[in-house]
C-alpha cells in the first residue's frame, strides 16, 4: 500500500504537465477578452510551474534529508492537492499562474522524497526493480496525458486540476496511515535559499522578455529591462552558486567536461522538445480545428514510444556508450521536425503529416533525452552524484520554459491562426537545428569515452534529493 501511494503521487504530478498542454488553447478561449481568447504569450506563463520545480527540487530535497522524507513527502501532497483546487476555481489568468507555481512547491517536495520513501517499503534485493518502476511512472504518466486531457477538457479544462484533489486527499490520508519514517540522514544547513529566487527570476525574465517582445518591440524599454533583470539576477546567481558554502547548483561540476557536454545537450535537447510539443497541440486545435480529445489520441504515439524505446536501447548505450544514441536521437528527432516542416498542410492528414513525425520524433527523445541525463550522471565522481543529478535534472525543466518562451516568439506572441503557418515551420525548422546540435554534443560525448559503466561507485543508493524520473520526456 505504501508503494502505491507514493507511485500515485509521483503519477499525479507528472501527468498534470501534460494535461496542461493539451488544455491550453481551451484556458486561452475561457479567460477572454471582448471576445477574443487569451494572447498565447499570456497563456505561455501557465508554464511557470516548470520553471519553479526546477529551482525548488534541491531545496526540497535538502529539506527531506533534515526533517524526515515522510513529512516533506505529505506536505507536498498537501500543498499540491490545495494548489490545484486554486487553478480549478481561478477567475482570471493570473490567479492560474499563481496558483501553478505553487502546485510546482508541492511537486517539488514530493519527487525528490518519492523514491527514498518507495526504497525504504522494499526489501534490498527488491530496490533495482523499485527504482525501475519509479523511473516508469514518467513514461506512463507521458502516454496518457494527452488523453486524459482531451478527456477532461471535453468536459471543462477546470477538470485537469480537480481531479487531482481527491486523489491528494486520498493519497494524504492513507500516507499517513502507511508511510514508513525513514531516520533523517543529515543536520546540516539547508542549500543557498537566495539562489532559488535568484534562478527563478532570471529565468523569469529572460521568458518575459522573449514572450513580450514581438508586442513590446524588441528595443522598447519594458523588453529592455526585463532582459536586464534577466542577466543581473543570473549573473548574481552563479556568483553565489560558486561562491558559497553550500549552493543551491554546484555550477563547478559543468567544469568536468563529459558533464557540461551532457547538460548543454539536456538544455539544448529539452528546448526543441517543448517547441515540438506545444507547436503540435497549437497545429492540431487551431489550425486543423481539432478537439482537446481527439488531438490528444493523435499525440499519443511519440510519448508512447519513450518509455519502449529507452527500455530497448539500455543494452546499446552499455556496450556502445551514451554519445551514438545522442547522436542518433538527434539526428531522428531532426528527421520529425524536417518532415513537419516538409509535408504539414492546412489540411488536416494525420497520416501522412503528424504520424510520421511523431515516430522519428518518439524514437528520437526515447535515444537521446535520457540518455543525456545518465551521461551526465555516470560523468560525476561518486561523492557528488547526487548534487550532479540534481543538477541534471533542473537543467531538463529549465528547457522546457526556454522552449514554449522560443515558440512563443516565433509564432509573433498572439493568436495563433491558419496565416501562422508560415511561423509554425520557422518554430520546427529551429527545433531541427536544436536537435542538430544535439547530435554534434553525442558526437563530442563518443570521443570523450568508450561505453557507459555502471552507477558511481558511492552511490550505493539514489539519493533522494537528487532525481525525477530519468526516462520521463
Known sequence: ??????????????????????????VGASFSGGGTGASLGSLSWVNAYAITFAALLVVAGRAGDRMGQRPVFLTGIAVFALASLGCALAPDLGTLVAARVVQAAGAAAQI????????????AER????????????????????VAGGLLVEADWRWIFTVNVPIGIAALLVGRAVLPKPA??????LPDLLGAPLLISSVAALSGAL???????????????????????GTV????????????????????????????????????FAIMLLSNVLWCQEIWHWSALRTGVALVPGPALVPVVTLLTARAAQRFGHGPLVAAGGLLFTGGMVWRACFASVTPDYVGDLLPSQLLTGTGVGLALGTLVAAGVHA?????????????????????????????????????DVTSRHDFRIAWVTAAVLSLVTSAIGVRLSRGGGPAGTAPAASKEPAADAQTPADTP
Open 211 to 233: 514572450v513580450q517582445a514581438p508586442d513590446w518591440g524588441w528595443t522598447s524599454g519594458r523588453t529592455v529591462l526585463l532582459l536586464a533583470v534577466a542577466v543581473l539576477s
Open 380 to 416: 560525476l565522481p561518486g561523492h557528488r552524484a547526487a548534487t550532479g543529478s540534481a543538477l541534471v535534472n533542473s537543467v531538463r525543466q529549465i528547457s522546457a520554459t526556454v522552449g514554449v518562451a522560443v515558440l512563443v516568439t516565433v509564432l509573433g506572441g498572439s493568436h495563433v
Open 127 to 146: 530496490r533495482t526493480h523499485a527504482t525501475r518502476s519509479w523511473a516508469a511512472v514518467g513514461g506512463l504518466a507521458a502516454a496518457a496525458g494527452p
Open 237 to 272: 546567481f552563479v556568483g553565489r552558486s560558486l561562491r558559497h558554502p553550500r549552493p543551491l547548483f554546484e555550477l563547478d561540476l559543468l567544469r568536468l567536461p563529459r558533464f557540461g557536454a551532457a547538460n548543454a545537450g539536456s538544455l539544448v535537447f529539452g528546448t526543441a
Open 112 to 123: 525528490p522524497t518519492s523514491l527514498a520513501l518507495l526504497l525504504a517499503t522494499v526489501p
Open 184 to 189: 533523517t540522514r543529515e543536520a546540516g544547513p
Open 1 to 26: 500500500m505504501a508503494t502505491a501511494v507514493v507511485l500515485v503521487a509521483v503519477f499525479m504530478t507528472n501527468l498534470d504537465l501534460w494535461i496542461v498542454n493539451v488544455a491550453l488553447p481551451a
